[in-house]
Nanobody
């Protein structure tokens, strides 16, 4: 089994900051790539930021310069530093990873999501 567990969500005022974490646990060979998505009710899930297979980073245009993705490979953990938060950033944030597992192969995994609410 592989689990992705997000943490760090909560309520923050406009202009504030939050850092989300996503920890991967279980038995696997490697994490091929990881990324953050978000979703608001009634809308499609959208990419926030991700590491590509080559290790570079990509960001949605509206997050560039405000959000920063990072990871700790030893801890199998990915982070999302979110600054200058706006009410429109309110959403459930999900961690996604493509992981290679022994005897299973490549699979796509999602965390349970963490709520971020930006409001005064």
């Amino acid at each position: 089994q592989v689990q992705l567990v997000e943490s760090g969500g909560g309520l923050v005022q406009p202009g504030g900051s939050l850092t989300l974490s996503c920890a991967a646990s279980g038995s696997f060979f490697r994490i091929n790539f990881m990324g953050w998505y978000r979703q608001v009710p009634g809308k499609q899930r959208e990419l926030v930021a991700a590491f590509t297979r080559g290790g570079s980073t990509v960001y949605a245009d509206s997050m560039k310069g405000r959000f920063f993705i990072s990871r700790d490979n030893f801890k199998n953990t990915m982070y999302l530093q979110m600054n200058s938060l706006k009410p429109e950033d309110t959403a459930v944030y999900y961690c996604n990873a493509e992981i290679t597992r022994p005897g299973v192969g490549v699979g796509d995994y999602w965390g349970q999501g963490t709520q971020v609410t930006v409001s005064s």
